[in-house]
Structure formats: structure tokens, C-alpha cells
């Protein structure tokens, strides 16, 4: 399996190459040449798969052999034993086939800890196996640093530095990052917000002459195109749990970097039965204009209750620009440019193949709040802001309900009590026993201009193993 960047002009990569890398050198986005498919009654024979068995059938076509198979299952094992539920990743009804995928079962409480833990085990393998060491560099608007330290703490080879919004995470997220004292993990609160962190890090990938010799940065963010591929599995899983591929089902996906519903546009083009895919934004809203009017425009971030969506320039989403440019780099390019100067307009045929695909709504704070009070008091059942802003855009969005309606429940509520209170829950949810004393551990980090010459310099001195 060879991986080709969406703009067309950087050379194509093998699997351990694309792991071990972030941004193409033509500044796109690395996506398989020739995407993987399953017959139906391939995907039928999986039923009644345990997560770890899934995952690999759906991972493995994608790795083609570059890791032994018994090396890949062995990282897969690893990868989930740090899940709390034994179902790695369980559905919890709500309503009238209205369905919560709980992707918050991992070591860090978001659905982040599917790809990551994995992420963590692959490339020490890999790093052991060519006796190399890297840099890693992610952004975060709260969850994907945690993971990503989480599972790459203990990796020897690795030196890991994650850039957060300073003051624009919750006290939860922040402290689940700033408390692992490992000498190979550096946190950095950045004076900007996520948009300036991820600038930051696309910046770094495409001059790493700060770098001592012989060093690269690794990156942990869904530019890896690992991090997609281990996404990929849990829609097989949860359409498998309820009944397909027999009978289609719609997912409704809290969207920001637009990785996670990337990961389940490629299941259906992989094979898998999905009716409807719904785009959910906070008023961070841009995928949403992109879609409902083709008003792919910059604006100004708004910092709302559901902080780790709060995110304007969407990476993935040129990714799937390149499917619906029927895979011309070239067009990519421009479109990239033009956005580089405020604002992308998608063809008519992009557009119209774009609204075949997903459906779109965008839910304030307000509204998020008062899903929150409807689902507790008609289940009992307590979503996070990021998951309620999935639920009301698969009310809103839904045509058929007799399809089962599955909304990702991207993060526990627990990591966010501000906004659980806010939604008038007299106690804050209850952290799980693991980070029971999150509040009486000890933080580490730096708070830094947004400039990137302070933060080269800070990662030079830094740099641990
Ligand atoms: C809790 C939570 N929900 C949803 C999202 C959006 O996912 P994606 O960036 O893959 O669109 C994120 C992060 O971006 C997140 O941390
Ligand atoms: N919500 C994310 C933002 C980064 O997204 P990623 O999927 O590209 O890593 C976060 O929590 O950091």
C-alpha cells in the first residue's frame, strides 16, 4: 500500500513512513493510493468480533503486510487492555433507535484514546525496530494532547511536546496533561488558541531545521494518517453490533478537525452500509457554512462551553476535498491557497457531491445546554457538551427513523463540569478512580508566546532522550 499526499507534489510514502510522519513536503495531507473494500458479506462474517478482532480485519489491509500480522494483533492487544469497559467501545440507548457510541472508555476519557494508545504502541515498535528517536509535536484543543502523552509517555524513544490553548482548556484537561511528569514529556500552553497551536506545529513540520541532526518530528494529530485508520474500526463495530451490514445506520459525529467523520466517510466508502452522516458543529460553524452554503470563510473563533471543538481551520477536511476533486492535487493546491487568504469555494460538483454525503447543523451553547437537561431527565443519562451537540444535530438532521441513529459520544462528562453545571446538575460528575486525585497531583508546563522561534528554542533545551 502506497500513500500519496492531496496536493499532489511530495513523493508517496510506505505505511512505516507515513506513521513516522505529519505533513506531506508539499504541505498536504497523506491518504492511502487505493482505498481498502469488503464485500457485505465480508463485513457479515465479523459479527460477534471482539473490538481487538475487528480492528484488525479492518487495519490490517491498510499495513499490507509492512508489520507481521502477529506483531500487529499483539499492538492492537496492547492498545485496548487500558480500557475500562470490556466492550472497548459500548452503545447505550436514548431513544427510539437513537443510539451513544461511548468512545470515553480509554486511560484519558475521550475517544481520542482509540487511535492513540494505539499510535503510542506502533511507533515504539517501530522506533525500537530502526533504533530511532523522534520528536513528537501535536496541538490540542484539550483531548488530544492528554492521549497522545498518555500513550506515548513510555515510549523511550520519543520526546513528546504538546501546544495547548493557555487558559482554553478545562481544569480537567489541562491538569490530565500537565501532571505526567515524565522527563521525555513537555507541555506548553500557548498565548493563542487552537487554530495558533496547530499553526504552530504545521509550521514546525515544514522547516525542521530547528531540530538538532538526525532528529524528525512525529506528529500525533489526525494528519496521521494512523490516527484515521484506527477511527475507521469503531463505525464497523458499532454497525455490526446493530445489525448491519444487513440494514444501514447513520452516525451523527461532533465535528472539529474534521478527523472523526472523515474516519466514517471511509467506512462507507470501504464497504459499510451508512445511511446518513452528520457534520455537528458548535458555533465554531464552518464546516457546517461550507456545506449548507458553500461559505468555507474564516471568522473569528468563538470560545464556547464545548472548548475542544473550537477549531476553525478544519485539517481533515482537505482530505476529503481531494475525493470529491476526484483526487487532483493540483486543484487541492489552489483551493488551499485561496483559503490561505480567508476563504475556499467549492465547485458546484463538489458541493453537490458534498451535500450528497453528509447532512450539517450547528448548535450554540444554549441549545447544548438544554439537550443536556432533556436526555437527563427523559434517561438519566449524562452526555458531555461535545456529545449533546452530536445528539441535537441527529434530531434535527434525521430522515428515517427506522435506521439506528448512533451519535459519538466523544468524551466523558466528567472533563467538563463547567458546562455540566451550567445545564443545572447539581454535582460535578465523577472523575474514574485512575485520576481520583487529578487535583492534588503536581503541574508541569510553560507558558509561551505564540512565536515560533521561543518555541523552537524552548523544544531544543527540552529535547530529553
Ligand atoms: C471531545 C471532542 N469531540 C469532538 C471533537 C472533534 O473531532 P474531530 O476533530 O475529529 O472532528 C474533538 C476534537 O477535535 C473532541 O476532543
Ligand atoms: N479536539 C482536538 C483537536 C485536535 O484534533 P486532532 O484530532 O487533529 O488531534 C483535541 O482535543 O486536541
Same mark, same amino acid.
Given at each position: 500500500m502506497k500513500y500519496i499526499s492531496t496536493r499532489g507534489q511530495a513523493p508517496s510514502l510506505s505505511f512505516e =513512513? #507515513? &506513521?513516522l510522519t505529519g505533513l506531506a513536503s508539499d504541505g498536504g495531507l497523506y491518504v492511502p493510493e487505493k482505498l481498502p473494500e469488503f464485500s457485505r458479506e465480508e463485513i457479515a462474517s465479523w459479527a460477534g468480533l471482539s473490538y481487538q478482532e475487528l480492528a484488525f480485519? &479492518? *487495519?490490517a489491509p491498510f499495513v499490507d503486510g509492512e508489520i507481521p500480522d502477529e506483531d500487529l494483533r499483539g499492538l492492537i492487544d496492547k492498545a485496548y487492555q487500558s480500557f475500562r469497559h470490556q466492550g472497548i467501545a459500548p452503545l447505550v440507548q436514548t431513544g427510539h433507535n437513537e443510539w +451513544? !457510541? =461511548? !468512545?470515553?472508555?480509554g486511560p484519558t476519557l475521550a475517544f481520542k484514546d482509540f487511535a492513540l494508545q494505539f499510535l503510542g504502541h506502533l511507533l515504539d515498535y517501530i522506533l525500537q525496530k530502526r533504533d530511532q528517536k523522534v520528536v513528537v509535536m501535536g496541538a490540542t484543543? %484539550?483531548?488530544t494532547g492528554s492521549? /497522545? +502523552?498518555e500513550g506515548c509517555r513510555r515510549c523511550e524513544n520519543i520526546d513528546i511536546f504538546i501546544l495547548h490553548p493557555h487558559n482554553r482548556v478545562s481544569n480537567v484537561q489541562r491538569r490530565q496533561m500537565t501532571t505526567v511528569l515524565e522527563d521525555n514529556v513537555h507541555n506548553i500552553a500557548l498565548d493563542g488558541n487552537f487554530d495558533d497551536c496547530q499553526n504552530m506545529v504545521k509550521a514546525s513540520f515544514a522547516d525542521q531545521s530547528f531540530l538538532p541532526e538526525g532528529r524528525q518530528l512525529v506528529a500525533v494529530n489526525s494528519i496521521n494518517w494512523a490516527r484515521i485508520m484506527a477511527q475507521i474500526v469503531y463505525y464497523f463495530y458499532a454497525s455490526l453490533a446493530l445489525g448491519g451490514p444487513h440494514r444501514p445506520v447513520s452516525f451523527s459525529v461532533p465535528? %472539529?478537525?474534521f478527523g472523526d467523520i472523515f474516519a466514517g466517510y471511509l467506512a462507507k466508502r470501504m464497504g459499510l452500509p451508512i445511511d446518513q452522516l452528520v457534520i455537528a458543529t458548535n458555533s465554531n460553524d464552518i464546516l457546517h457554512r461550507a456545506i449548507s452554503s458553500n461559505d468555507h470563510s474564516k471568522q473569528e473563533l468563538h470560545h464556547t462551553l464545548s472548548p475542544s471543538m473550537d477549531i476553525m481551520v478544519s485539517s481533515n477536511f482537505e482530505r476529503m476535498l481531494f475525493d470529491l476533486y476526484d483526487r487532483d492535487g493540483a486543484a487541492i493546491a489552489q483551493l488551499m491557497e485561496d483559503f490561505k487568504s480567508g /476563504? *475556499?469555494?467549492l465547485s458546484d460538483s463538489a458541493l453537490s457531491r458534498a451535500r450528497e454525503l453528509f447532512a450539517s447543523h450547528k448548535v450554540d451553547d444554549d441549545r447544548m !445546554? =438544554? #439537550?443536556i437537561r432533556d436526555v437527563f431527565e427523559n434517561t438519566e443519562y449524562l452526555l458531555d457538551p461535545h456529545t449533546a451537540i452530536g445528539v441535537d444535530a441527529a434530531r434535527a438532521t434525521r430522515k428515517d427513523h427506522s435506521i439506528p441513529m448512533v451519535c459519538l459520544a466523544t468524551a466523558h462528562p466528567a472533563k467538563f463540569p463547567e458546562a455540566v453545571q451550567k445545564a443545572g446538575q447539581e454535582e460535578d460528575p465523577k472523575l474514574p478512580h485512575h485520576m481520583a486525585d487529578l487535583f492534588d497531583r503536581e503541574e508541569r508546563y510553560e507558558v509561551l508566546p505564540n512565536d515560533a522561534e521561543t518555541v523552537h528554542e524552548f523544544m531544543r533545551g527540552h529535547l530529553a532522550c
Open positions: =513512513e #507515513v &506513521v480485519k &479492518v *487495519m +451513544i !457510541l =461511548e !468512545l470515553f472508555q484543543s %484539550g483531548d492521549a /497522545a +502523552i465535528t %472539529g478537525n /476563504a *475556499m469555494h !445546554l =438544554e #439537550v
